[in-house]
């Protein structure tokens, strides 16, 4: 009920907005101010809604801090958390809302659903201002099946997803295609959490010089299936299966089986906000190449064992996302990898953030390079993969803003 005032008051809030709210400029310079921190929002069609409210690109002078993350749903859409965290008077005053949009669901269907949920946050801090004499309230009432109803799923929160596609390119000398199918159903629940996911895709590219053609040709097949089960706010384990054939890496056949145990230093239900957790998993992989290895090997089976770090972070100040994984095979330690992947952006004053995104890997476990040199055509064509002990990319930057904080006009002229 409390809920249901609050929406009816705030429909009416704008129902009568420009006469009864603001009927001088100069009030808006005395409503709360707001600092939107979302990377996935339409600012632009946010300020046309809301045209009548303070929005700041400095989160120094707001008054709320509003800060949007999101989690992937069982269902392949996205849960939205929106964090009003509130600064200055309104200290101590945070509230959280959540809004699910699905898979089916348009750009617009979301930012349209977001700005809902904006309004209904944004009224609580309208209400405690001297604004709260120019609401009114009207309560409706709502027909409809009862809150507690239970729907009836007949799918029993099965989700399948089925996609394919394709590419081509032509010119005179060279001409390229590429297919992708995949298959995926899903089923999550609190207590489980079960994927299961097939692909197939080939790639061929062809090049024409003097009469002579060279072609690429590489394919790619895989089967995953994952069963995770959650044992406690904390804790969770999982069973992971996987089969592939990757014509890139030498690979025919490749199985692998592994058990895995989790432990995540804050409780899940917080993850849109922080995750620190650490994973542990031991299994086997077993393989058989399509040409000879540089070990002389055509198959072979291998325990390994691995252990990864997680830290993410989603805070007023910016966004942190960082793993650390090492893994080797049990009986050669010395066939090892280790991978680092961070991605971070950081406000560092008003006016500079920083932004990050790395991705690097330490190798010793190459077992599948093929015996013999690699032709010119293999390495130009990228035919397979080429022997290395490390693999890096790295993106980035720094973003510097100055002039108005209080620039709120939208004008979308050519």
């Not at 005053?93 to 309004?119: M, P, V």
Request: hydrophobic share 35%.
């Amino acid at each position: 009920m409390k809920n249901l005032i609050r929406i009816a008051m705030f429909c009416s809030f704008f129902l009568t907005y420009p006469y009864s709210v603001y009927p001088q400029e100069e009030n808006k310079t005395n409503a709360p101010k707001f600092f939107l921190d979302c990377h996935e929002c339409d600012f632009t069609f946010v300020r046309q809604k809301l045209p009548f409210i303070s929005f700041v690109r400095d989160p120094k002078l707001a008054d709320v801090h509003l800060l949007v993350s999101d989690s992937k749903t069982g269902s392949g859409g996205k849960k939205y958390f929106l964090n009003f965290i509130g600064l200055r008077a309104f200290e101590g005053q945070d509230h959280q809302y959540e809004f699910i949009a699905n898979q089916s669901d348009t750009e617009d269907d979301i930012r349209n659903g977001l700005l809902k949920y904006f309004k209904i946050g944004i009224l609580h801090y309208y209400s405690k201002t001297s604004f709260l004499n120019d609401l009114e309230i009207d309560l409706k009432e709502k027909s409809g099946k009862p809150k507690n109803q239970l729907l009836d799923d007949p799918w029993k929160l099965w989700v399948f997803q089925i996609r394919s596609g394709g590419e081509f390119q032509k010119e005179e000398s060279q001409n390229e295609y590429s297919l992708q199918t995949e298959i995926r159903t899903d089923k999550i629940t609190d207590a489980w959490k079960t994927r299961i996911e097939a692909s197939y895709g080939i790639r061929r590219e062809n090049y024409f010089d003097d009469g002579e053609s060279f072609t690429n040709k590489q394919d790619e097949k895989q089967i995953q299936a994952n069963f995770i089960k959650s044992l406690s706010s904390k804790w969770s384990y999982g069973i992971f299966a996987e089969y592939s054939a990757n014509s890139y890496l030498n690979i025919s056949n490749s199985f692998s089986l592994d058990g895995a145990v989790e432990y995540n230093f804050f409780p899940w239900a917080e993850s849109n906000r922080r995750v620190f957790s650490l994973a542990y998993a031991a299994g086997l992989k077993t393989y058989d190449y399509k040409d000879e290895t540089i070990y002389g090997k055509m198959s072979e089976r291998l325990p390994f064992e691995a252990l990864r770090i997680k830290l993410e972070l989603v805070q007023p100040w910016g966004t942190i996302e960082t793993s650390l994984e090492g893994r080797h095979f049990m009986n050669d330690f010395s066939k090892n990898r280790l991978t680092l992947e961070s991605d971070f952006s950081v406000r560092l004053t008003k006016q500079l953030s920083v932004y990050s995104e790395i991705q690097s890997e330490i190798i010793h476990d190459q077992l599948y390079l093929p015996k013999g040199d690699s032709s010119v055509e293999d390495l130009l064509l990228k035919r397979r993969k080429l022997a290395t002990t490390y693999e890096i990319r790295c993106e980035f930057g720094i973003r510097f803003t100055f002039g108005s904080a209080f620039n709120n006009i939208v004008n979308e002229r050519f």
